[in-house]
């Protein structure tokens, strides 16, 4: 692939989060609403890291369906690929709260089904994916139909276009209940993607190891060009067919991950769709990646502090 600007489109859930912040912040206000949704935040990270940046989903005819559409635009997000539902299916709400010890836990506002959860095949166009240099989904969309569809839609397409597909997992442990099913459905995916993420506390459940080098060694075997592995505040490991290295983290003020490995998969695609995946440019990507992913957890939520460039490079040469 040649230079110059990539364009990348993410699909899948989006969300409205209100935090509580609490009391330990006065200079803040009690309650801040952002998008939430893995993909939708990876594609505000991606333009605000001066990719072009598309997403496809679906919002309610409401109130926080307004807030999401204006607040990625706000990004620099292209939302001309959201659609809206009708009431009574309204946007999702999540309520946040989060312990003064950075302990996360939410509260689900949604009816059924949900917004978002009506994104379906027709949604995913040829003309969404065209001259696109990754289109990037996570696995919710995959737990039920009609989002189910949507995905396969846009692995069908990205395959006809010959554009790379960029699955970032980011299935949180508390989502593996279905276990069984989420691997029948995420398990094939994996060999069909040129990039696939996954944080370490999922490298267990989905391939049955908790060893980075293991992980990424089954999914280079299942026909992954690139893996990465995220370790939180360890950093992340990367591997080719061709090579392997792990980024230290950055050091930061964290007060709340949240939004923290889509930062990460932003950053790396950013730069990878500049450029051919050579070792070098690889290692700068996921270097880039750890960069961004610490910078996203000095605030909350996850647009809560989206760095530019110029805020990565800056915190790279530190
Ligand atoms: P995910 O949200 O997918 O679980 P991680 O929490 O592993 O992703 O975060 C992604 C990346 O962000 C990590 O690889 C790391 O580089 C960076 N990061 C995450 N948490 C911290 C932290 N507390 N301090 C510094 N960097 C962090």
Redesign the pocket.
């Known amino acids: 692939k040649g230079g110059g600007m990539g364009k990348i489109v993410a699909l899948g859930e989006v969300v409205a989060d209100i935090y509580r912040a609490g009391s330990e912040r006065p200079e803040e206000l009690p309650f801040i609403a952002r998008p939430g949704g893995a993909p939708a935040n990876l594609a505000a990270a991606a333009a605000r890291l001066g990719s072009v940046a598309a997403f496809i989903g679906r919002v309610g005819e409401d109130l926080f369906g307004n807030f999401i559409l204006h607040a990625l635009q706000a990004c620099g997000v292209d939302v001309s690929g959201v659609r809206r539902c009708d009431p009574p299916t309204r946007t999702s709400i999540a309520f946040v709260e989060v312990s003064p010890s950075g302990e996360r836990s939410f509260t689900f506002y949604r009816t059924s089904p949900a917004a978002d959860e009506l994104l379906s095949a027709e949604d995913v166009t040829r003309k969404s994916l065209s001259g696109a240099s990754f289109v990037t989904f996570g696995s919710i969309p995959l737990l039920r139909e009609p989002s189910r569809s949507a995905v396969r839609r846009a692995v069908e397409l990205a395959e006809e276009l010959d554009v790379p597909v960029a699955f970032d997992v ?1 299935l949180r442990p508390h989502l593996w209940e279905g276990l069984e099913e989420a691997r029948r459905e995420i398990l094939p995916l994996l060999g069909r993607a040129r990039i696939v ?1 996954l ?3 999922e490298i267990g459940p989905l391939l049955g190891t908790e060893e980075p080098l293991a992980a990424a060694g089954r999914l280079l075997e299942a026909g992954v060009s690139l893996a990465f592995i ?4 360890a ?2 490991f990367y591997a080719a067919p061709g090579f392997r290295g792990s ?1 230290p ?4 003020r ?1 007060v709340d ?1 949240t ?6 998969t932003a950053a790396v695609l950013d730069h990878l769709s500049r450029g051919p995946w050579s070792e070098a440019r690889v290692r700068e990507a996921a270097t880039r ?2 960069a961004a ?2 910078l ?2 000095t605030a909350f939520g996850a647009l809560g502090a989206l760095p530019d460039a110029g805020e990565v490079e800056a915190l790279i040469s530190s």
Request: charged letters at 15%.
């Open positions: 980011n993420k944080s370490d506390d995220t370790l939180g505040a950093g992340a980024v983290a950055f050091s930061v964290a991950s939004g923290a490995g889509d930062a990460f990646g750890a992913g610490a996203v957890c």
